[in-house]
């Protein structure tokens, strides 16, 4: 081995042991969030296209953990910006954790990539740009990487929170 893939080694093996780092604050301070609204789950540390990703599953009935789901997934969006917080005050570092809870950003996800690749087969049969309905960064990086394996472009256009994206033509 030389030197470069030495340190290129090294250099991954501390970016995985600062995610999962950041995946075991997550986890302790959503347990804490769970006990102290009453709700049953489980914790589900991963790390995915470099970024820690954490889960709040249940066995049960998973509509008590619908709450922290909300309408849209407006209160998901809350307790990972909550949840990003925590782990930035414990290490210092400015995190971009996934949080998903009972499953709906994993459904969500499929959603839109469905919707992403529909776009993309409409440009390509049409031959004209479509704009989609104003998303989350979430929901557009998703739609991105549809539009991206259909083999099309995209961008985002507008401002938060109506920033929207556009499937263009090849």
Do not use: C, W
């Not at 930035?88 to 009972?102: P, V």
């Not at 459904?107 to 049409?126: D, F, H, I, Q, Y």
């Not at 929901?139 to 556009?166: C, I, M, N, T, W």
């Amino acid at each position: 081995m030389t030197e470069g893939t030495t340190s290129a080694a090294a250099e991954g093996a501390d970016t995985l042991t600062r995610l999962e780092q950041e995946g075991e604050i997550a986890a302790d301070y959503l347990e804490g969030l769970l006990d102290i609204a009453d709700l049953d789950g489980d914790i589900d540390m991963d790390v995915e296209a470099d970024r820690a990703s954490v889960s709040i599953i249940s066995d049960t009935d998973s509509r008590d953990l619908q709450k922290l789901v909300g309408r849209d997934g407006e209160v998901l969006e809350a307790l990972q910006e909550l949840t990003r917080l925590a782990v930035h005050r414990e290490t210092g570092d400015r995190s971009r954790l996934m949080l998903d809870i009972a499953g709906y950003r994993s459904k969500k996800r499929a959603e839109l990539s469905e919707l992403g690749a529909n776009a993309a087969a409409e440009v390509k049969s049409t031959g004209e740009p479509v704009r989609l309905q104003p998303m989350t960064p979430f929901e557009r990086k998703v739609v991105h990487d549809a539009v991206k394996g259909a083999g099309l472009r995209s961008e985002s256009e507008g401002e938060e929170p109506q920033r929207f994206v556009v499937v263009l033509p090849a």
